[in-house]
């Protein structure tokens, strides 16, 4: 059975990444869509892109880029402008988890793997990104701000004109809850503030969580859509 699971914000918890594929078991037949933000504010970024190109190698591996990766690779590739709220937003802890400095000394191969992420993904009923979207437009039609930096409280949109539920993470739910529109489906539920880091099958509705110490749990997607109406 191929399942697509999307996987939020990790922000450099790569022990809760760590449960999270403990829990999901990733197998080649699986699609794995991360949907950005891997490094910043936790303690282990360099630990999570490790993680990341390891299970490249053995599953289908969708990495969308983030808008704290869009800035450390941007820094990295001149626009030191950026460096000091950078740092301010989560980068001294990524520095840290390298042991470096300076960014120019960070593995070449991470770079690499930040370069090659995507955009946005879409499946046939689906669409992945990371930040948000213009209903009435399709995806290969937006900016970057958009995609990668709009948050849900600036702007919440309508359902998107394919018909497509979206699956986007940025947004961090303070409440730690999945925030479940039926059409957008928020999976950022806050680990780097306390709360989960969340995966989602798609198809099914199942869903995992870890939190920053690895403790796991399980729920549906149904469950939450209940509480919620």
Not at 79 to 108: C, M, Q, R
Not at 114 to 141: I, V
Request: proline share 3%; aromatic share 8%.
């Amino acid at each position: 059975m191929q399942r697509t699971i999307a996987i939020g914000d990790v922000h450099g918890y790569d022990v809760a990444l760590r449960a999270i594929l403990d829990q999901v078991c990733p197998k080649p037949s699986d699609t794995i869509v991360m949907l950005g933000d891997y490094v910043d504010r936790g303690p282990g970024s360099r630990e999570v892109i490790d993680l990341l190109i390891d299970l490249k190698s053995r599953v289908r591996l969708v990495p969308i880029l983030g808008n704290h990766d869009e800035m450390m690779l941007s820094i990295w590739q001149g626009n030191h402008d950026l460096f000091d709220d950078w740092l301010h937003y989560g980068g001294s802890a990524t520095l840290e988890s390298y042991g470096v400095t300076k960014l120019e000394s960070i593995p070449l191969d991470h770079i690499d793997f930040l370069k090659n992420c995507c955009a946005f993904f879409e499946t046939q009923d689906h669409m992945f990104l990371h930040a948000n979207y213009d209903e009435d437009r399709p995806l290969n039609a937006h900016d970057v701000y958009t995609l990668r930096w709009e948050s849900l409280r600036q702007r919440l949109p309508g359902p998107h004109v394919s018909g497509k539920r979206v699956i986007v993470g940025h947004t961090a739910q303070r409440n730690f809850e999945i925030l479940n529109l039926g059409y957008l489906v928020c999976i950022d539920t806050c680990c780097y503030g306390g709360g989960w880091l969340t995966a989602l099958d798609v198809e099914s509705g199942q869903i995992w969580q870890a939190d920053a110490k690895g403790r796991v749990r399980e729920t549906n997607l149904a469950s939450i859509s209940e509480r919620r109406s």
